[in-house]
């Protein structure tokens, strides 16, 4: 679960990708410009050009070239290299749990300065009270202090390997939102189809009612 973008399979990417390019076709039915915060290869932002209207950029500390469909860039959350108001849609998928917990409000701050006047940032994040850390796959790994979760990580993936996730919220996020001047929209349970659910824990596929995968959300910019 830690290789590709942000430890996302090939039919996870498809499904967030199909549940962002509905959010953002009903928003900007008409085009616009997007970008692909923590885009990882692109895969997330070429779907969303392919199934929207918008033209899709991609940023990332590792973007090395531009991708088919994709003009990737390579830069950091909280120094984003564009100008002002050029953005009508910033998309989050599975990336702010990522950001280092003094990043966290100096990037979303970046993302309201690009965004044009009600603009939307979009975005996923995983629930990180679910038993399971989604991105190991490891059980309660997402409690542990950063340490004890490095060598817990060890212990199943090769050495050196070390999480480059932290712990967050749905509280946080919408605080940190509210803080750089945001506005909520919406934040709503997010669950995958049965067939994304390794088979060892499909039998648990129902408790997702109760204790979802992850949330999507959307916050607007409102002057």
Known sequence: MLKGKCGL???RIEILSSEFSKIIRDLFPYGGRALDLGCGDGSIGR??????????????????????????????GH???????????VILASVFEHFKPEQRLPSVKEVFRVLKKNGRLVGQIPNMY??????????LQQYLPKRVS????????????????YRVSVKELNNVAMLSGFRLEFVRRHNYSREVIPYAFRWAFPLLSICPLGFLFSFRKSH
Not at 48 to 76: H, M, N, W, Y
Not at 79 to 89: A, E, G, N, S, Y
């Open 9 to 11: 399979s090939g039919l």
């Open 47 to 76: 779907r969303i050009a392919e199934q929207t209207c918008v033209e899709v950029f991609g940023l990332d500390p590792t973007a090395a070239r531009s991708g088919e469909g994709l003009e990737l860039v390579k830069g950091l």
């Open 79 to 89: 120094c984003l290299p564009f100008k002002d108001q050029v953005f009508d849609v």
């Open 130 to 139: 679910f038993p399971i850390e989604l991105h190991s796959g490891l059980p």
């Open 150 to 165: 490095d060598a817990y990580l060890h212990l199943r993936f090769p050495k050196g390997v070390t999480s480059d996730w």
